[in-house]
């Protein structure tokens, strides 16, 4: 038939019935058993150890050398501080007051004085107050040219009024 095993191999097990081992291959010519590998040389038994130190509960640790002391409030630059979040609000309000909307530039002085104040009684245990002064600035160049557009706008209206002549025929006798 079409699908006849190979030559040498036979016919196929029966369906269920248990798969022959493979044949048993004899050594290849040429090579023999592996040889016995035993410890590489110098190696011997682990040394022993003594009894471990006793526990020393740490000390106390300064400031790293070269970055100054510790800050008034206890801690050393920039550890256990957290950032005003007024601090950064006025910032936020500043910018936008700046350059979207000049009505948040009064929110931003307002808020930035308040961060100000809350950092300077915080202790040193908060920071952002070059944000806060930032925000407070930007507040008032905000409110600068708010101002400096209102004037322009009335300015410009006003004297668009002024310049303009109503012209009325006087009738003639005619």
């Known amino acids: 038939s079409t699908y006849d095993a190979p030559p040498g191999l036979g016919a196929p097990p029966a369906y ?14 040429g ?5 016995e590998y035993g410890a590489p040389p110098g190696v ?6 003594g009894a ?6 740490p000390g106390g640790y300064g400031s790293p050398p070269g970055y100054g002391g510790a800050r ?9 501080q957290r950032t005003n979040d007024k ?14 909307c000049q009505i948040a530039s009064v929110f931003a002085i307002v808020i930035g ?24 600035i930007l507040g008032w160049i905000g409110v600068c040219i708010f101002v400096l557009a209102i004037i322009a706008i009335f300015g410009l209206g006003l ?16």
């Open 31 to 35: 090579v023999g058993a592996p040889p």
């Open 16 to 29: 269920g019935a248990q798969p022959t081992a493979p044949p048993e291959y004899g050594a290849l010519p």
């Open 52 to 57: 471990p130190p006793p526990y020393l509960p």
């Open 113 to 136: 004085g308040k961060a100000l104040r809350e950092i300077q009684y915080s202790g040193g245990t908060e920071s952002g107050e070059g944000m806060a002064k930032a925000g407070r």
């Open 72 to 80: 008034p409030g206890g801690f050393a630059p920039g550890y256990g």
């Open 87 to 100: 601090a950064t609000l006025a910032l936020i309000l500043g910018i936008v007051g700046l350059v979207i």
């Open 44 to 49: 011997g038994a682990p040394p022993e150890y």
């Open 159 to 174: 004297l668009g009024h002024t310049t303009r002549s109503v012209y009325t025929p006087v009738p003639t006798g005619n």
